[in-house]
């Protein structure tokens, strides 16, 4: 999870207007579902291939014999909110969930490095829709859809961009990676050094140095990659709605017209909304063809 407030203040982010809390609560948030004794819901460890070596994952396997639904959740940077409450309630609504952790993040043997976040989602992807794991998994290959939280999000919009086999995209108080490529590298050192808990093989100065190649994935580059996505946009009040509201922008010019946007009251882990959160998307996943 980036420190909102000082990347916010370090790349002038602007702030959304806010938005009334969900109305309507799925029964997924208070309701466990019926036990199927052939077919229960169950978690299952995962080893997935990319670069050279296996990346951890735990999917979140929901009851019933399947084939289910099934959405790829991406962790920010480094990744303290994983937000696995939202993976359970969306379980209980009948959606598998698969949360991996990048190369050299929380245990993922590797070094860690921010394009290589970007091929890991790719072999994640790759890995759920192989047929040796589709059918164990009880995975629908034709309902795939991906969640991500702070650069998370700049995970699942970017590989969201390019691959046309996604259901969906929602992006959860997103910060942009890739606008941070012109920004003056002494704040993006100082950002680093606050977020890189349970990274291998970093250092403030080596991200920040990655950081300024990456322009080509910032949102309003990418934007036009989206337009046939349908994609939930949902921002907090973090100081980094503006970089949403680029990308949402950006859609809309290319012609996007399946964009839905909220914005809460809420710090950018969402501490104090998170029915509301489960509310949100479950609401909006639930309404996917």
Excluded at 70 to 79: E, Y
Excluded at 120 to 132: E, H, I, K, N
Excluded at 208 to 214: G, I, K, P, R, W
Aim: glycine residues 10%; charged residues 15%.
């Amino acid at each position: 999870m980036i420190r909102a407030l000082t990347l916010a203040l370090l790349l002038g982010a602007a702030t959304s207007a806010a938005a009334a809390p969900s109305s309507v609560i799925p029964a997924a948030i208070y309701t466990d579902p019926p036990a199927d004794k052939a077919h229960p819901a169950s978690m299952e460890v995962l080893h997935i291939p990319s670069g050279g070596v296996e990346i951890n994952a735990i999917a979140y396997l929901a009851t019933g014999a399947g084939p289910h639904p099934t959405v790829i959740l991406f962790h920010g940077l480094p990744g303290n909110e994983k937000n696995l409450d939202l993976a359970q309630a969306i379980r209980r609504a009948g959606w598998n969930v698969v949360a991996p952790n990048y190369r050299g993040s929380w245990g993922s043997p590797g070094n860690y490095r921010f394009r290589q976040n970007l091929a890991d989602a790719d072999a994640v992807l790759a890995f759920v829709r192989d047929p040796a794991n589709t059918g164990r998994l009880r995975i629908d290959t034709r309902r795939l859809a991906l969640v991500g939280h702070s650069m998370g999000g700049w995970v699942a919009a970017n590989t969201a961009s390019h691959d046309t086999g996604l259901i969906g995209v929602v992006t959860i108080s997103a910060g942009d990676a890739g606008a941070m490529a012109s920004a003056p590298r002494a704040g993006v050192v100082a950002t680093m050094a606050d977020n890189r808990e349970a990274l291998a093989g970093v250092t403030p100065e080596s991200m920040a140095d990655e950081v300024a190649t990456l322009g080509d994935t910032a949102f309003p580059k990418i934007a036009p990659g989206l337009k046939a996505t349908p994609y939930l946009a949902l921002t907090s009040d973090d100081g980094l709605a503006g970089f949403t509201d680029a990308l949402v922008a950006g859609v809309k010019v290319a012609g996007g017209t399946k964009v839905s946007t909220a914005h809460v009251a809420t710090d950018h882990s969402w501490s104090d909304r998170r029915i509301d959160l489960e509310a949100r998307i479950i609401t909006w996943l639930q309404g996917l063809k």
